[in-house]
């Protein structure tokens, strides 16, 4: 008896030590491929530099901007836009100034406005992707009266052009008194049919009807189930779109123009867009810094976060 | 013959049995489903339907003062004009000069984008060269870069005072101006093109990705190099993302605004009525006359039907194209 357990344990893992090793196989014979499938040096040449090109075209204005928030006025129309204009050692220091002059420019609201866009865009990120999933995990699983319709309404709105909703959406928010606040920023950037159906396609795909049954046999309620259970199978699928809303929110500009006024509120895009806007506005070096610093934030989730992205993509693709 | 009626028959029975509790859970079903579906749904009631409906009630009425004196002081009415708005937008010079604009955009910038972004997804996909997460990443950062800040950036290196690439191109004999007239649209496009190809790009990386690579194989054996399988095997297994990535930028080309507005900043010649966005921003905002809510959603709502009928266009013609 314990004799054939053991025999089954060690061909159980025989077995799981072969398909090891068979995915190792197939894992290198998709980098390598087969003679008549490699590509000629000459083709590869080409390749390679196309793809140089490229990147060149995509890099050069943030490597040009990098640059160019060290420089001063003069410099910047005097020296090689290359390459900075003073030695690596006095670096420090071109910095520290255009800096300051930064802060001097914005009447020390730089950094407010930073918290700004991280708060609207954290916010509205975040209630945003709880609803959408809520939403997609209901149209997914369940059948209500309208559902088709609703289904069908807010699809047809995600090719809508929602910037044009923004007059409309002031005109509102001006009669509701919402102008100028907070909210009138973050409750449009909550909704987003993009991520309505993201969360919908992500339901339909990774949470089993089975589990869901089992847990209401044991008694769960539908909250309890939703908020235990459910949650935990779509978090990668909340990392993607709250990716999504928060860089969307992070980049919408006419939203904030036309609805925030005052200079406390302004998110940074619309803060430095105020700056260069500005008749006596002449100091690019400091901007460029501005620019840099403001989207920080955005580049480190983009770079920390990037798989999920095309998580999200690839739904969009093989779906759409 | 009598067993199956009388199966038929207790089926019957048993459905009839069943329906009471059937159409009672069917009720908590339903019940939970819109309770899970009505934050959402009210937030989009808010944000989306309600503002349609806002818009499309006030294209119906000017807001007019009344009773004042040449200087105001009188009381803005909201005056009942039926069809004059959409008349004044239809009839509108500008208006059409700023869809003229977005037309060119959406008939030369997005085709050239979409097929830039197909061939650096078929390049970065093609196995030609194996290390290709940092390419990969490098074409994707711009999206992270705002379209404000990209814009400004990209005005900055359009000045021929202090942009490398002007100073370059003039040490080399050609002398641009980014912002001549004629050029200042295509300029434009390259901001749009610059921000959003490393995006499409990785809609089109996705499909191809979950192409089974069996289908290779398979092309392999019976003789395929490598470019006959881009063409005939990757090419038409990307159509419904090349559609979905079309139809989002035609979208997103209706609402033209970021780069307008910026490279305003520095080249007056571009007006406030550019693209119908920008027209429709600054006929709210009362910087154009007729100025306010009524002209402001006739020019969204008229905008919004020339999107539909772009789009329903493109999908229609990309359908036929493929049947054929």
């Given at each position: 008896?314990?004799?054939?357990?053991?025999?089954a344990?060690?061909?159980?893992?025989?077995?799981?030590?072969?398909?090891?090793?068979?995915?190792?196989?197939?894992?290198?014979?998709?980098?390598?491929?087969?003679r008549?499938?490699?590509?000629?040096?000459?083709?590869?040449?080409?390749?390679?530099?196309?793809?140089?090109?490229?990147?060149?075209?995509?890099?050069?204005?943030?490597?040009?901007?990098?640059?160019?928030?060290?420089?001063?006025?003069?410099?910047?129309?005097?020296?090689?836009?290359?390459?900075f204009?003073?030695?690596?050692?006095?670096?420090?220091?071109a910095?520290?100034?255009?800096?300051?002059?930064?802060?001097?420019?914005t009447?020390?609201?730089?950094?407010?406005?930073?918290?700004?866009?991280?708060?609207?865009?954290?916010?509205?990120?975040?209630?945003?992707?709880?609803?959408?999933?809520?939403?997609?995990?209901?149209?997914?699983?369940?059948?209500?009266?309208?559902?088709?319709?609703a289904?069908?309404?807010?699809?047809?709105?995600?090719?809508?052009?929602?910037?044009?909703?923004?007059?409309?959406?002031?005109?509102?928010?001006?009669?509701?008194?919402?102008?100028?606040?907070?909210?009138?920023?973050?409750?449009?950037?909550?909704?987003?049919?993009?991520g309505?159906?993201?969360?919908?396609?992500?339901?339909?795909?990774?949470?089993?009807?089975?589990?869901?049954?089992a847990?209401?046999?044991?008694?769960?309620?539908?909250?309890r189930?939703?908020?235990?259970?459910?949650?935990?199978?779509l978090?990668?699928?909340?990392?993607?779109?709250?990716?999504?809303?928060?860089?969307?929110?992070?980049?919408?500009?006419?939203?904030?123009?036309?609805?925030?006024?005052?200079?406390s509120?302004?998110?940074?895009?619309?803060?430095?867009y105020?700056?260069?806007?500005l008749?006596?506005?002449?100091?690019?070096?400091?901007?460029?810094?501005?620019?840099?610093?403001?989207?920080?934030?955005?580049?480190?989730?983009?770079?920390?976060?990037?798989?999920?992205?095309?998580?999200?993509?690839?739904?969009?693709?093989?779906?759409g | 013959?009598?067993?199956?009626?009388?199966?038929?028959?207790a089926?019957?029975?048993?459905r009839?049995?069943?329906?009471?509790?059937?159409?009672l859970?069917?009720?908590?079903?339903?019940?939970?489903?819109?309770?899970f579906?009505a934050p959402?749904?009210?937030?989009?009631?808010?944000?989306?339907?309600?503002?349609?409906?806002?818009?499309?009630?006030?294209?119906?009425?000017?807001?007019?003062?009344?009773?004042?004196?040449?200087?105001?002081?009188?009381?803005?009415?909201?005056?009942?004009?039926?069809?004059?708005?959409?008349?004044?937008?239809?009839?509108?010079?500008?208006?059409?000069t700023?869809?003229?604009?977005?037309?060119?955009?959406?008939?030369?910038?997005?085709?050239?984008?979409?097929?830039?972004?197909?061939?650096?997804?078929?390049?970065?996909?093609?196995?030609?060269v194996?290390?290709?997460?940092?390419?990969?990443?490098?074409?994707?950062?711009?999206?992270?870069?705002?379209?404000?800040?990209?814009?400004?950036?990209?005005?900055?290196?359009?000045?021929?005072?202090?942009?490398?690439?002007?100073?370059?191109l003039?040490?080399?004999?050609?002398?641009?101006?980014?912002?001549?007239?004629?050029?200042?649209l295509a300029?434009?496009?390259?901001?749009?093109?610059?921000?959003?190809?490393?995006?499409?790009?990785?809609?089109?990386?996705?499909?191809?990705?979950?192409?089974?690579?069996?289908?290779?194989?398979?092309?392999?054996?019976?003789?395929?190099?490598?470019?006959?399988?881009?063409?005939?095997?990757?090419?038409?297994?990307?159509?419904?993302?090349?559609?979905?990535?079309?139809?989002?930028?035609?979208v997103?080309?209706?609402?033209?605004?970021?780069?307008?507005?910026?490279?305003?900043?520095?080249?007056?010649g571009?007006?406030?009525?550019?693209?119908?966005?920008?027209?429709?921003?600054?006929?709210?905002?009362?910087?154009?006359?007729?100025?306010?809510?009524?002209?402001?959603?006739?020019?969204?709502?008229?905008?919004?039907?020339?999107?539909?009928?772009?789009?329903?266009?493109?999908?229609?013609?990309?359908?036929?194209?493929?049947?054929?």
């Amino acid at each position: 008896m314990s004799s054939a357990t053991m025999s089954a344990k060690q061909a159980e893992r025989a077995r799981k030590k072969a398909e090891r090793q068979l995915e190792k196989r197939r894992e290198a014979a998709k980098n390598d491929l087969p003679r008549s499938m490699q590509p000629s040096l000459l083709v590869k040449i080409i390749t390679i530099v196309v793809l140089c090109a490229a990147l060149i075209y995509f890099l050069f204005p943030i490597y040009w901007a990098i640059i160019a928030s060290t420089k001063t006025p003069s410099q910047m129309t005097g020296s090689n836009g290359l390459w900075f204009a003073v030695g690596l050692d006095q670096l420090p220091d071109a910095i520290a100034t255009n800096y300051s002059k930064l802060l001097g420019w914005t009447r020390g609201q730089f950094w407010r406005w930073v918290f700004n866009s991280l708060v609207y865009s954290g916010v509205s990120a975040f209630v945003g992707t709880i609803v959408a999933v809520m939403a997609g995990y209901a149209t997914a699983k369940f059948n209500f009266r309208g559902k088709n319709v609703a289904i069908g309404i807010i699809m047809g709105c995600m090719l809508m052009p929602a910037a044009l909703l923004t007059i409309p959406q002031y005109s509102i928010f001006h009669s509701l008194h919402l102008t100028n606040t907070m909210l009138s920023i973050i409750i449009p950037c909550c909704v987003s049919p993009f991520g309505f159906f993201l969360g919908r396609v992500y339901a339909q795909t990774s949470v089993p009807d089975e589990l869901l049954e089992a847990a209401r046999i044991d008694g769960a309620g539908e909250a309890r189930i939703f908020f235990t259970i459910v949650l935990r199978l779509l978090a990668p699928a909340m990392v993607t779109i709250f990716l999504f809303l928060f860089v969307a929110t992070w980049n919408n500009f006419l939203l904030p123009l036309m609805m925030v006024s005052s200079d406390s509120l302004k998110p940074v895009t619309l803060g430095l867009y105020g700056m260069v806007s500005l008749a006596t506005f002449n100091d690019r070096g400091a901007l460029m810094m501005g620019a840099l610093l403001g989207v920080l934030p955005v580049i480190v989730l983009f770079l920390g976060l990037q798989r999920y992205w095309q998580a999200g993509l690839a739904a969009g693709a093989v779906k759409g | 013959m009598t067993a199956t009626t009388s199966t038929v028959a207790a089926g019957k029975a048993k459905r009839r049995a069943a329906k009471p509790k059937a159409s009672l859970a069917a009720k908590r079903e339903n019940r939970t489903g819109w309770a899970f579906m009505a934050p959402f749904g009210l937030l989009f009631a808010f944000v989306f339907i309600l503002p349609i409906i806002w818009a499309v009630y006030n294209s119906f009425f000017r807001q007019v003062t009344e009773g004042g004196g040449a200087y105001g002081g009188g009381e803005l009415v909201n005056k009942f004009v039926g069809l004059e708005n959409f008349q004044y937008v239809i009839t509108s010079g500008q208006f059409w000069t700023g869809v003229g604009h977005v037309l060119i955009y959406t008939v030369i910038q997005v085709p050239i984008m979409i097929i830039a972004a197909l061939a650096l997804a078929m390049v970065v996909d093609s196995f030609v060269v194996k290390h290709i997460t940092g390419f990969r990443l490098g074409y994707f950062l711009p999206y992270a870069i705002p379209g404000v800040v990209a814009s400004i950036i990209w005005v900055y290196l359009y000045n021929g005072q202090i942009s490398p690439i002007v100073k370059g191109l003039a040490a080399l004999g050609i002398n641009v101006d980014f912002f001549a007239d004629n050029v200042v649209l295509a300029s434009m496009a390259n901001i749009t093109t610059w921000t959003f190809t490393g995006y499409n790009m990785l809609i089109f990386l996705a499909a191809l990705q979950a192409i089974p690579h069996d289908l290779y194989e398979a092309a392999r054996i019976d003789g395929a190099n490598g470019w006959q399988i881009a063409m005939k095997i990757k090419l038409p297994n990307v159509r419904s993302a090349a559609l979905l990535a079309m139809l989002l930028s035609i979208v997103g080309t209706i609402q033209l605004f970021n780069e307008p507005q910026v490279m305003q900043i520095s080249d007056p010649g571009i007006s406030k009525a550019y693209t119908p966005m920008m027209m429709a921003m600054n006929t709210s905002q009362g910087t154009i006359t007729p100025s306010g809510d009524g002209p402001a959603s006739a020019i969204a709502i008229v905008m919004a039907l020339i999107a539909g009928v772009l789009a329903m266009a493109y999908a229609l013609i990309e359908r036929k194209v493929n049947e054929q």
